[in-house]
T-cell receptor
């Protein structure tokens, strides 16, 4: 089976812009979670989707949003980018809630 | 909420030695504990996991132990090899939710 794929792999944006990141889960997996990884804060949970519904959300401002489509693919959006949003954004998929999570390679976002 | 502490932050060993990384968690409701290995430029890769109804699990050179009473779990790598060099993350999950809480990571360096 193909693993979790994320596009794009690298992205450079300027402050104030918005960005959309995409994640395709492992075939058959219905749950998708997003994490932000930075050197200072480590790996932090953003949100989780299951069957097109957001089930859980981390402590991030409303500028961070996401959605899941009927084929389980997910997107996350960050509006009004700030320098501090520079990070590796990771997507993880699992068969169901509470199952093992498998990570994609991440999208490296740089905000200038 | 859950808090996971991980020690040490860096660990240097000689090839062939054993390496031990320890984590403690705060939420007694957490019942799933995965370990991930992250190499430079890649997403975290699951290497082993354990659920709260098991005290120990082994997979070749890797083992994980769990002490629910003390709320700590450890990763043991025997006969280390240079390719084991990476950052290792422990995590804890309450399977009623999908929010993995990660430790701060251990950078393992195995010298030939």
């Amino acid at each position: 089976k193909a693993g979790v794929t994320q596009t794009p792999r690298y992205l450079i944006k300027t402050r104030g812009q918005q960005v959309t990141l995409s994640c395709s889960p492992i075939s058959g997996h219905r749950s998708v979670s997003w994490y932000q990884q930075t050197p200072g804060q480590g790996l932090q949970f953003l949100f989780e989707y299951f069957s097109e519904t957001q089930r859980n959300k981390g402590n991030f401002p409303g500028r961070f949003s996401g959605r899941q489509f009927s084929n389980s693919r997910s997107e996350m959006n960050v509006s009004t980018l700030e320098l501090g949003d520079s990070a590796l954004y990771l997507c993880a998929s699992s068969l169901d809630v509470g199952d093992t999570q498998y990570f994609g390679p991440g999208t490296r976002l740089t905000v200038l | 909420g859950e808090n996971v502490e991980q020690h040490p932050s860096t660990l240097s060993v000689q090839e062939g030695d054993s390496a031990v990384i320890k984590c403690t968690y705060s939420d007694s409701a957490s019942n799933y504990f995965p370990w991930y290995k992250q190499e430079l430029g890649k997403g975290p890769q699951l290497i082993i996991d354990i659920r709260s109804n098991v005290g120990e699990k082994k997979d070749q050179r890797i083992a994980v132990t769990l002490n629910k009473t003390a709320k700590h779990f450890s990763l043991h790598i025997t006969e280390t090899q240079p390719e084991d060099s990476a950052v290792y993350f422990c995590a804890a999950l309450n399977t009623g939710f999908q929010k993995l809480v990660f430790g701060t990571g251990t950078r393992l360096l195995v010298s030939p």
